[in-house]
């Protein structure tokens, strides 16, 4: 955080989860003004109405949010997935010029730093959200719901 804080311009959002809020909520740094840590929240919209860059995991609803949001992303996928599929869920991304990928093997709070002063420039961040929009599929949510609504009429109607 300390390092953080010496980001001109820098306010973060820190989503800890449940279980480890307390623990970096008390983190050196952690109280700094701009700086928002919240253990859980049911508004990510919120959250990510007001985000240029994520840091995160790339679990495949984390991924399609972000990608229809169009922000930008540093995934580090979670190692212990079946078949390395976070990794997959986030390197066409990645090769499209719109994420980056490090390896949770990889990072440290150093490396983090780096990645994040080269993709905190507007330019670059501009650039990101523009590949991105080429993954974008607007009404893709409600053409899956429609189907599934579908699906459900021609059960039902087989029952009768």
Do not use: W
Not at 17 to 46: C, L, Q, W
Not at 55 to 60: E, I, L, P, Q
Not at 76 to 100: D, I, M, T
Not at 114 to 124: F, G, I, N, S, T
């Amino acid at each position: 955080y300390p390092k953080l804080a010496a980001m001109k311009g820098l306010r973060l959002v820190h989503v800890t989860g449940t279980r480890d809020f307390d623990e970096v909520k008390s983190a050196p740094g952690a109280d700094h003004p701009n700086f928002e840590i919240v253990p859980y929240t049911e508004k990510m919209d919120e959250i990510f109405y007001r985000t240029d860059l994520a840091v995160c995991r790339s679990g495949a609803l984390t991924v399609c949010e972000l990608v229809e949001f169009q922000i930008p992303a540093v995934y580090v996928p979670y190692p212990n997935a079946v078949g390395n599929h976070q990794f997959e869920n986030a390197r066409l991304l990645e090769e499209a010029g719109g994420s980056v990928i490090v390896e949770e093997s990889q990072l440290d709070g150093d490396r983090l730093l780096a990645v994040l002063e080269r993709l905190v420039r507007p330019e670059v961040l501009e650039s990101h959200r523009k590949a991105l929009a080429g993954f974008s599929r607007p009404g893709a949510a409600m053409r899956v719901l429609e189907a599934l609504e579908s699906l459900v009429q021609r059960s039902n109607g087989a029952d009768e």
